[in-house]
C-alpha cells in the first residue's frame, strides 16, 4: 500500500499531493492520503471520479482522514 | 471543422467564465481538459476549513466542481514558488490591491502553454472578457497576454474570440467561429444566459476575482509584512498565516498572531515549534503567536494582550505561559490589558 502523507496541508494540497503521488503508479494500485484538512473527505473523491480513480474507503480517526483509493485506467 | 480530435487546455479559476468557456468549447466536439492553478493565495476553503463555525458547512473546491460538472479531467499545479516573482515584481504593476492580474494572467497562460506541449494538446482557452476587469481584460490587455505568454495565437478566448482577430484553432477550422460569443463589459447578462442555457446553477461568484490578493484586508497584512522584514520575499506558511487570526502590531518590532476560535487555534498549534508562542493557562484563551524579534518586555506586553482576549479579561491576573522559540515554558502573572491600552493602530 502506498501513502501520501498530508497531514497539516489545506485544500488543495492534498489534491495535489494526491494528484503527483498517483502519477507515477499503475491502474489498480492502491493509495492511502493521511489528512487533517476536512475538506478533504469532499475534495478528494471529486477529483477520483473526474479523473477515473475510485475512492474505496474514507476513514476518521483522532482527527486525522484517512483517503483510501484505487487508481484507474485513466 | 477538421478530421483530427483537437485537444485544448482551459484555464479554470472556479468561476463562472472560464466554466462557459470550456463548454462552449467542448460543445464543438473538443476534447477540453482543465488546469488550475494554485498560487497559495487562492481563496479556496482554506478559511473554511479552519474556522470551526464553517467546518460543517458542505465545503467545495469550485475549480473540481466545474470540472465535474463538465465531466472533464483537471489538473491542479502547485505554483506556489514560481508564482512569488509575479507578486513580487509584477512587471505590468498591481491592481487595486496587491494583485498582479495582468502579470498573473500572463504567467498562467505561459504555464498551461508548457503543459500544453508535454501533454499533446493544440491551444489553450480562457474565460476572459473584453472589458470585464479594470487592468487584466481590456481589448489593449489581450494581445499583450497572448504575446508575453508565447501562447499568441494558439490563445482562444470563446467568450469574447468574435471581438478579436481570429486565432489559429478558428483559421485552422478546428473550431467554429460562428459558435463563439462576443460579449464585452461588465454586464453579466450574456453570461447567465449562457449558463442557463447549459443548466448550469450553483455556480462560485467570487466578489473580488480569483485571491486574496483583490482583498484589501489581506494586502494591508501582507504590505505589514513586507515592510517589517525590509523585503518583499515570503514562504508559503507566511501568505497562510495571513490569512488567519487577528494580526496586531503593537510594537515596531514584533507583530502577534491571536487566535480568533478553535479551528484556528488548531491551524496556529502547528507552527509553535518555528514561533515564539504563548497561551494562557490560568483561563481558557487564544494560541498566540509572536512574529519578530521580541525582548522580554515584549513578551510581557503581548502576554497582557493575549490575556484581554482570553476568558480572565476581566480578571486581575491571568497566568500566561511563554515559550520562546525552541525553549521552555515560562509562566507570567500579568494583568489584563484594558481596552483603552489597545491601540486602534495596532490592528492590522
Ligand atoms: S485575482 Fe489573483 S489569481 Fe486572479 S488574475 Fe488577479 S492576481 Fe491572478
Same mark, same amino acid.
Given at each position: 500500500m502506498h501513502q501520501v502523507?498530508?497531514?497539516? @496541508? @489545506?485544500c488543495p494540497m492534498p489534491v495535489i499531493r494526491t494528484q503527483d503521488a498517483v502519477r507515477d503508479l499503475e491502474p489498480g494500485d492502491e493509495l492511502e492520503v493521511i489528512c487533517t484538512d476536512p475538506g478533504v473527505k469532499h475534495d478528494i473523491p471529486v477529483w477520483s471520479r473526474i479523473n477515473g480513480h475510485e475512492v474505496l474507503e474514507i476513514r476518521e480517526a483522532d482527527d486525522e482522514i484517512i483517503v483510501h483509493l484505487r487508481v484507474g485506467e485513466r | 471543422m477538421s478530421e483530427t480530435p483537437r485537444k485544448a487546455v482551459a484555464l479554470i479559476s472556479g468561476g463562472l467564465d472560464s466554466m462557459l468557456a470550456a463548454r462552449v468549447i467542448q460543445e464543438q466536439g473538443v476534447h477540453v481538459e482543465g488546469i488550475n492553478f494554485y498560487t497559495?493565495? #487562492?481563496?479556496?476553503g482554506h478559511t473554511q476549513a479552519l474556522r470551526k463555525k464553517d467546518r460543517d458547512k458542505p465545503k467545495r473546491n469550485n475549480a473540481l466542481w466545474v470540472a465535474e460538472q463538465l465531466d472533464m479531467p483537471l489538473h491542479i499545479v502547485d505554483i506556489v514558488e514560481e508564482y512569488k516573482d509575479v507578486v513580487i515584481n509584477p512587471r505590468h504593476g498591481y491592481g487595486a490591491? !496587491?494583485?498582479p492580474c495582468l502579470d498573473c494572467k500572463i504567467f498562467m497562460v505561459n504555464k498551461a502553454l508548457e503543459w500544453a506541449q508535454e501533454n499533446g494538446f493544440d491551444f489553450i482557452i480562457t474565460g476572459e472578457v473584453i472589458g470585464q476587469r479594470p487592468k487584466s481584460q481590456r481589448a489593449d490587455t489581450m494581445p499583450v497576454i497572448a504575446e508575453e505568454s508565447g501562447a499568441f495565437d494558439r490563445l482562444l478566448r470563446p467568450l469574447c474570440a468574435k471581438n478579436l482577430p481570429p486565432t489559429l484553432p478558428e483559421r485552422e477550422g478546428w473550431v467554429d467561429r460562428e459558435g463563439l460569443h462576443d460579449i464585452t463589459g461588465r454586464s453579466r447578462k450574456v453570461q447567465m444566459e449562457l449558463a442557463e442555457r447549459f443548466g448550469f446553477d450553483d455556480y462560485a461568484q467570487p466578489a473580488g476575482g #480569483? #485571491?486574496? !490578493?483583490?482583498n484589501e484586508e489581506y494586502s494591508r497584512k501582507l504590505t505589514d509584512m513586507w515592510r517589517h522584514q525590509g523585503d518583499k520575499d515570503y514562504e508559503l506558511d507566511d501568505v497562510m498565516l495571513l490569512k488567519v487570526g487577528r494580526h496586531l502590531r503593537p510594537r515596531d518590532n514584533f507583530k502577534v498572531i491571536i487566535g480568533r476560535e478553535e479551528g484556528e487555534n488548531r491551524f496556529l498549534e502547528g507552527y509553535r515549534k518555528q514561533f515564539t508562542h504563548l497561551y494562557p493557562t490560568s483561563h481558557n484563551g487564544p494560541l498566540t503567536l509572536v512574529d519578530g524579534e521580541a525582548s522580554d518586555d515584549d513578551l510581557e506586553l503581548a502576554a497582557r494582550l493575549l490575556a484581554r482576549f482570553s476568558q480572565g479579561k476581566k480578571a486581575d491576573s491571568v497566568t500566561v505561559d511563554v515559550v520562546r522559540r525552541g525553549g521552555e515554558p515560562r509562566s507570567l502573572e500579568v494583568a489584563p490589558l484594558r481596552p483603552a491600552e489597545i491601540s486602534r493602530d495596532w490592528y492590522i
Open positions: 502523507d498530508a497531514r497539516r @496541508l @489545506l | 497559495g493565495f #487562492c481563496v479556496e490591491h !496587491l494583485n #480569483c #485571491c486574496m !490578493l483583490t
